[in-house]
Nanobody, 123 residues
Framework: QVQLVESGGGLVQAGGSARLSCAAS????????TGWFRQAPGKEREFVAA???????YVIDSVKGRFTISRDNAKNTVYLQMNSLRPEDTAVYYC?????????????????WGQGTQVTVSS
């Protein structure tokens, strides 16, 4: 069973950058598909990006060209590099993982979740 810990959130000015990390322990992380979700105040949690065990990556249209997901299996860590941040990117960001060959974009298909990290983008 894998445990996930996110880090790297904080207060960022609009147009700035931040890199979120999702560190895993307790499993063969290289076998997992890992996703990032976010939940803004008063809104439902939404999928942002995912990377599968083969390194294939997928991001939603609203962050395409600004956010990049990557993984370092040697460090059991998945990253979300966020550039050109906007106030509407403000949310709690969660990472999630599932031991599968698939690319997963839906919350219900992830069994392992981190506690979340707050990202606040000021205008």
């Amino acid at each position: 069973q894998v445990q996930l810990v996110e880090s790297g959130g904080g207060l960022v000015q609009a147009g700035g950058s931040a890199r979120l990390s999702c560190a895993a322990s307790g499993g063969t992380f290289s076998s997992y598909c890992t996703g990032w979700f976010r939940q803004a105040p008063g809104k439902e949690r939404e999928f942002v990006a995912a990377i599968n065990r083969g390194g294939g990556a997928y991001v939603i249209d609203s962050v395409k060209g600004r956010f990049t997901i990557s993984r370092d299996n040697a460090k059991n860590t998945v990253y979300l590099q966020m550039n050109s941040l906007r106030p509407e990117d403000t949310a709690v960001y969660y990472c999630a993982a599932e031991n599968t060959v698939l690319m997963i974009t839906t919350q219900r298909d992830y069994n392992y979740w981190g506690q979340g990290t707050q990202v606040t983008v000021s205008s």
